[in-house]
């Protein structure tokens, strides 16, 4: 196996080029869940620094994969690569700086420039998080509704009535903030502070208690 710095994106998802977008989730899931610091599997082969190193490639492949148009340009950049077009150093970009961690705890995933202007934070001025802003921000990264469903798991009518704050038709709060804690994790935002901030403006319309 090729060290993890020579890795391609979809050699560290261990999926083929052409792989689906729902291959590359299940495979996402399953390496993340694989490397996850909780793993019997790989708690005693790597160390936490080499285990947060593996994640951190993980998640800035989903990042790109899971997006058609990130995926896209990275897959263009990969056949000039292969036919020797490589930009030169003395004409490169100066670095930018990482985006924001993923709501993992090990997890610090870094990006192309690319990456840092399509997943930059689209946070609300005040804090404030309620369904317009999710969906905001939502569209934003370009992901649809269905795919938050298909990766969640949570019924697309629930992830409509968030969005449109329908607090009325939202089921218990227990069961709700898992909802929106998985929604923000999608989003690429803090879970807790998504969760929180919804909730509160839930309560205060009368919503699920």
């Known amino acids: 196996m090729r060290p993890l710095s020579e890795q391609n994106f979809y050699q560290t998802l261990e999926v083929s080029p052409d792989a689906t977008l729902q291959t590359i989730e299940r495979a996402y899931r399953i390496t993340r869940a694989t ?3 909780t793993s019997a599997a790989t708690y005693s082969v790597f160390s936490e620094e080499e285990n947060t190193e593996i994640l951190r490639r993980v998640e800035e492949a989903y990042a790109v994969l899971s997006q058609a148009r ?20 003395a004409r490169e970009l100066a670095p930018v700086a990482p985006p924001p961690l993923r709501a993992e705890p090990v997890m610090s995933p870094p990006a192309s420039p690319q990456i840092e202007l399509d997943l930059a934070p689209a946070e ?8 317009p802003v999710l969906r905001r921000i939502r569209m934003s990264r370009g992901i ?32 709700l903030k898992g909802f929106l804690r998985e929604f923000a994790k999608c989003l690429r935002l803090d879970p807790r502070r998504v969760a929180e901030s919804y909730m509160e403006r839930s309560r205060e319309r009368g919503g699920a208690s």
């Open 35 to 37: 490397y996850h610091p």
């Open 70 to 89: 990130l995926r896209r340009e990275y897959d263009a950049r990969l056949r000039r690569e292969e036919l020797g077009d490589r930009p030169r150093p």
């Open 124 to 131: 609300p001025d005040d804090g404030v998080y309620d369904g």
């Open 144 to 175: 649809e509704l269905e795919e938050i469903s298909v990766l969640t798991k949570v019924n697309e009518f629930y992830l409509q009535c968030i969005e449109t704050n329908r607090y009325r038709e939202l089921p218990a709060s227990v069961y």
